[in-house]
């Protein structure tokens, strides 16, 4: 029997009141977009694919109908999808995407604007910067901003220290990313931006590396730099998302904020007290199953309401939230049952595997997915343990794998070093599994790195311990 620990957390849930709304509508209101100076603008970008990762895109799509209902228009909104989910076989609703158990379609009306192979490093960089010329394929949409105009940049997926990643290509590293944020901030293309990161160890991608010469960016990430994120709506949870789903419907740090948007007025909200909502609602009473939702950057920017990012909902209008009462609990406020995002790849499989019929073809084809999942990350954490070995000694795996930075101290300091490794340990270690186990690792990565290893010599190691350890699938 494999035991999966996040399927067996039970939450209390205090019973879920309905909120009564004020539904007065403002006669003023004519567009949202009318009451700020300049433009909106949101990159949304679910770097995962593949349907045990259905979650991620449904965080994204649902991110998507959060601006629309704002009242941003599509010209303003760019969307990297991978684009695999509405239609996979797996799928119990051909078509549509559920981002909560009695949610309704989030899909319907999403724009592809990058989808398939096109959701890369390079095509992400491209747009935030405007530069057209840099996509390649998609719909060339970019980020064709003003010095007056507000960027809002969502990314949701699996994440590892100094990492986000990517569906095709290369991860995305902290120092790229930063990079890129550098080169924006030059061009004079924004007034403020601010960036939502779901991921695990999602805090390592800003915390000692957003510098504070860019003073008009805020984040916030899922996690600190240490520690997964975790997914929710998950098979088996309670609230569980209909029965015949086999994977997670979203991620809780993604669907705190996005449920949050839903129902209020977000003239009345801000940032700072959105953060405080989404932290309560992620940092559940298990350690164990909690992450630390953080902010970085310019803090000042969390004194904005929310609106000038995402828009309002007109329906919302005058709905303000309960944020001061504490102990006031409605649907958005409780804390779903949630699992680790790597737990949630292979609890999809569990669950395929075990909802097969008994001596099915399905049944076998599941076994072996799920085989092979466990295989490819016993290989996965062999071949860490032998190239750490070779490299430094035996005597020193638990101080490479368990070391991390203190606060306010970046990753690492040689970022080639780090981009080196971990693309190398990527290829020769990483198989074609999407759940990205290899990523697992990277922060073992950092602090070779940190530690002066010589780079010829690890490269040199990676290459000699993935191929002797049972190759991965
Ligand atoms: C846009 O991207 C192209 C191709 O990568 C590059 O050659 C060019 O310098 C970029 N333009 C700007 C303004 O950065
Ligand atoms: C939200 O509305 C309440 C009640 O009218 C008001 O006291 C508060 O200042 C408003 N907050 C913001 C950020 O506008
Ligand atoms: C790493 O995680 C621990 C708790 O797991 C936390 O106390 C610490 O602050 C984290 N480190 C950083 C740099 O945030």
Redesign the pocket.
């Given at each position: 029997m494999m035991s999966y620990r996040g399927l067996f957390l039970l939450l209390a849930l205090s019973c879920i009141a309905v909120e009564s709304r004020q539904l007065k509508g403002n006669p003023y209101h004519l567009s949202s977009n009318n009451d700020i100076e300049g433009k909106r603008w949101a990159v949304l970008i679910a770097g995962s694919n593949g349907y045990e990762n259905y979650r991620h895109q449904a965080d994204v799509c649902h991110a998507y109908q959060v601006l629309r209902n704002g009242g941003l228009e599509d010209e303003n909104i760019i969307v990297f999808m991978y684009d695999d989910i509405a239609f996979d076989g797996n799928n119990p609703r051909p078509g549509v995407i559920i981002n909560k158990p009695d949610g309704e379609d989030v899909y319907d009306g999403v724009p592809k604007d990058y989808t398939g192979e096109d959701v890369n490093v390079n095509n992400f960089f491209g747009a935030i910067l405007g530069n057209k010329t840099a996509v390649t394929g998609g719909s060339g949409k970019v980020v064709d901003s003003g010095p007056n105009d507000y960027i809002f940049i969502y990314y949701a997926d699996h994440g590892a220290a100094g990492l986000l990643g990517m569906p095709s290509g290369e991860y995305l590293t902290a120092q790229d990313l930063m990079n890129t944020l550098k080169q924006k901030h030059a061009a004079n293309t924004y007034k403020s931006m601010v960036i939502y990161v779901e991921a695990c160890e999602s805090g390592s991608m800003f915390e000692g590396i957003l510098p504070r010469d860019i003073n008009n960016i805020y984040a916030v990430t899922a996690a600190n730099p240490n520690e997964s994120s975790w997914a929710s709506y998950c098979p088996g949870d309670f609230p569980s998302p209909p029965s015949e789903f086999d994977t997670c419907l979203g991620d809780i740090f993604s669907i705190s904020w996005l449920e949050d948007s839903d129902i209020h007025d977000l003239?009345?909200?801000?940032l700072q007290q959105q953060y405080q909502v989404v932290r309560r609602r992620t940092a559940v009473d298990d350690v164990d199953f909690s992450s630390h939702v953080m902010q970085y950057g310019n803090k000042g920017i969390a004194e904005d309401?929310v609106f000038n990012y995402l828009g309002s909902n007109p329906n919302n209008d005058n709905y303000?939230s309960p944020h001061h009462h504490h102990h006031h609990h409605s649907s958005v406020t409780t804390t779903p049952h949630i699992v680790s995002q790597h737990d949630a790849s292979l609890l999809h499989f569990w669950h395929r595997y075990h909802n097969a019929p008994e001596g099915s073809p399905r049944k076998t084809e599941a076994h072996k997915e799920l085989m092979d999942e466990l295989s490819l990350g016993k290989h996965t954490d062999q071949s860490v343990n032998e190239i750490i070995s070779v490299v430094f000694g035996p005597e020193k795996i638990s101080e490479m794998l368990n070391t991390v930075q203190s606060a306010g101290s970046p990753l690492v300091h040689d970022w080639d070093c780090f981009k080196m490794l971990v693309k190398s340990f990527k290829k020769q270690c990483g198989g074609t599994s999407r759940t990205r186990y290899d990523m697992k690792y990277s922060g073992a990565f950092a602090n070779m790195c940190n530690a002066g290893v010589d780079i010829n010599r690890a490269t040199q190691a990676i290459t000699q311990a993935c191929s002797t350890n049972s190759p991965p699938p």
């Open positions: 003239r009345n909200e801000t309401t303000y």
